[in-house]
């Protein structure tokens, strides 16, 4: 049965995700199979340590966890690789000398984002300062100032397109989050410059490899370029591209070079696309006429989500969910061997690309030492990753009309007023907002309107709202006339501030838990629900200097019962309230 779901995590709007079940999505399974199977923490697959073998596929349980409100067990897990390595002071433990062990830092946000803990981001900002800024030590290439891919002495001058996925996303959502300019500008303008580089305008498709001294043995005399196009190289770089668009400002000097990018690769990858199967193969743009040439599973599912997040997003033709529909089919159906069912009643992934370097010929990609492997049974976690980011947006789609993303949306009482305040990820298709408030969250009435400024930070206050509690929205208008809502937020105005924690409605029945929080004092308060069973299935931090602070919760996933509504400060409880789900 489908269902559908307001996300309430990162995008508080009005986008509407269907589903199926989510113990039934390939996402869930195979984030489950991840916990089943290679226990304390992910590196029991991998032995690599603090490295991207690691991380790709946490990151894929990431976005498993910020669409299912009950994976909690997805964060403990992710935490507990982490904190492996990074200590209470937020220092790294490993040592950090490659883009493939810079990855780990996507992990590092995600857990400062959902716990607010200062160690994570102080780790980050170590990785950071590695790569930007004064301190930056990293190499880069004489020509063009690229990062080598490792500083091991054996990567001199040496940049794989895998390693744009491995750093630059990292550094753009670092950028967004902490507002560092020069965090986003680095990742945009390397991604940028290696695309030129290794871009071929016949094909649409972009190398695995550049030497930047032309010294390599696979390296083209003139422009250092390796020869082939590697399906899952080309896969990581489509996923970088789309990754890094969602953090850079609409106003970015270079947005629409990025843009062209995308639509460029995403014709390559349609042309190549294997009729029969929607699959692409090892050497994307040789097809069958390659002797021992492969349909490869790694590559295809990057493909496929590089293609479903552009289109989504409004940056491609939406046509390409079409080309990016045919291939999840594919993959899914079980009956295709793609994905099966192991002897230990998880999932596995079959025929995809083992790790390897840059080979010197579309022949060497293929050569018998280099054919599909599946898992488990293998040290590669390449098919568990690709799958998941598949999956994670073929599963969860997106079906605003909209590229718009409200990252957040509060309201806060002050001396007698309400201070709105919303930022968008991107809103480069806005014209203007309205801002509408009610009594009763049924009828609105528009009390004012803001045109879009391209930069996606918005403030609007109400100096005279209305008694008892008060509900808003924000109505975008986009450039086509299309119209979006974000969330109904409330605030209780025109009342004392007593300072405490209130619920309502409680019993809840319809599935939306509100409650406004008026702290006493400053400081950092974690707001916390749990069961009956001490298990955490849903918590936000929340800043006192913010006031007034309304939230609404989705909660029609969790069971019927008793849960409690906790506010802490450090490890000490201010305030607790019981709250019934009887709906």
Not at 78 to 96: E, L
Not at 321 to 336: C, D, E, H, L, R
Request: charged share 15%.
């Amino acid at each position: 049965m489908k269902q559908v779901f307001t996300c309430l995590f990162l995008i508080v709007s009005s986008f509407v995700f269907g589903q199926t079940s989510p113990n039934s999505t390939w996402s869930v399974k195979f984030s489950n199979a991840m916990v089943a199977r290679y226990q304390p923490n992910i590196n029991n697959l991998t032995s690599k340590g603090w490295e991207y073998s690691n991380t790709i596929i946490t990151h894929g349980m990431e976005k498993v966890y910020n669409q299912v409100t009950d994976s909690t067990k997805y964060l403990n897990y992710i935490q507990t690789y982490v904190d492996a390595y990074v200590n209470s002071s937020g220092v790294i433990s490993a040592t950090v000398n490659s883009l493939d062990r810079t990855h780990p830092g996507i992990s590092l946000l995600f857990l400062y984002e959902k716990t607010g803990a200062t160690k994570y981001r102080t780790a980050a900002q170590t990785l950071r300062n590695m790569y930007v800024g004064a301190s930056a030590t990293y190499p880069k290439t004489a020509t063009g100032g690229i990062f080598w891919h490792k500083n091991n002495g054996s990567y001199n001058n040496i940049i794989l397109i895998d390693g744009i996925y491995m750093l630059h996303p990292f550094l753009a959502k670092y950028g967004s989050l902490f507002s560092d300019a020069a965090a986003i500008d680095t990742a945009v303008n390397q991604t940028l410059y290696i695309y030129n580089q290794l871009y071929d305008p016949t094909t649409k498709l972009i190398k695995h490899a550049w030497n930047s001294t032309k010294t390599e043995t696979w390296a083209n005399a003139t422009t250092g370029n390796s020869p082939s196009v590697w399906s899952r190289g080309m896969g990581w770089f489509c996923m970088a591209l789309v990754d890094i668009m969602k953090y850079v400002p609409s106003g970015h000097s270079k947005r629409a070079q990025l843009i062209t990018a995308i639509s460029n690769l995403a014709q390559g990858i349609q042309t190549y696309q294997d009729a029969t199967t929607g699959m692409w193969y090892q050497v994307v743009d040789k097809g069958s006429s390659l002797s021992g040439n492969y349909l490869e599973t790694t590559g295809s599912a990057m493909f496929v989500y590089m293609l479903k997040v552009a289109s989504d997003s409004g940056w491609i033709s939406n046509s390409y969910n079409t080309v990016a529909t045919k291939a999840w089919n594919y993959m899914k159906n079980t009956s295709n061997g793609v994905i099966d069912v192991y002897s230990d009643t998880y999932p596995r992934i079959n025929d995809f690309a083992p790790a390897m370097s840059v080979q010197s010929s579309d022949a060497n990609y293929v050569q018998a030492s280099l054919q599909g492997v599946s898992t488990p049974g293998t040290s590669h976690p390449h098919g568990y990753a690709a799958i998941l980011m598949a999956a994670s947006v073929m599963e969860f789609p997106l079906s605003s009309s909209l590229p718009i993303h409200f990252v957040s949306f509060t309201a806060q009482q002050k001396s007698g007023s309400v201070k709105l305040s919303w930022e968008n990820g991107d809103d480069s298709q806005v014209e203007y907002y309205e801002i509408q408030r009610s009594n009763n969250a049924i009828k609105f009435e528009t009390i004012g309107s803001l045109p879009s400024n391209k930069g996606s930070v918005y403030q609007f206050v109400d100096a005279n709202p209305l008694k008892g509690t008060v509900y808003y929205r924000i109505k975008t208008i986009g450039l086509v006339e299309k119209e979006v809502y974000s969330n109904i937020i409330s605030v209780r105005a025109n009342s004392a501030r007593t300072g405490g924690l209130t619920v309502y409605p409680n019993p809840i029945q319809n599935g939306q838990l509100q409650f406004v929080w008026s702290p006493e004092a400053e400081g950092t308060f974690q707001i916390v629900l749990v069961n009956t069973l001490g298990l955490t299935v849903k918590q936000e931090w929340i800043s006192g200097a913010e006031g007034v602070k309304s939230e609404l919760w989705d909660v029609s996933r969790l069971a019927k019962g008793a849960y409690f509504l906790t506010v802490r400060k450090n490890d000490s409880i201010i305030d607790r309230k019981t709250v019934i789900i009887s709906r």
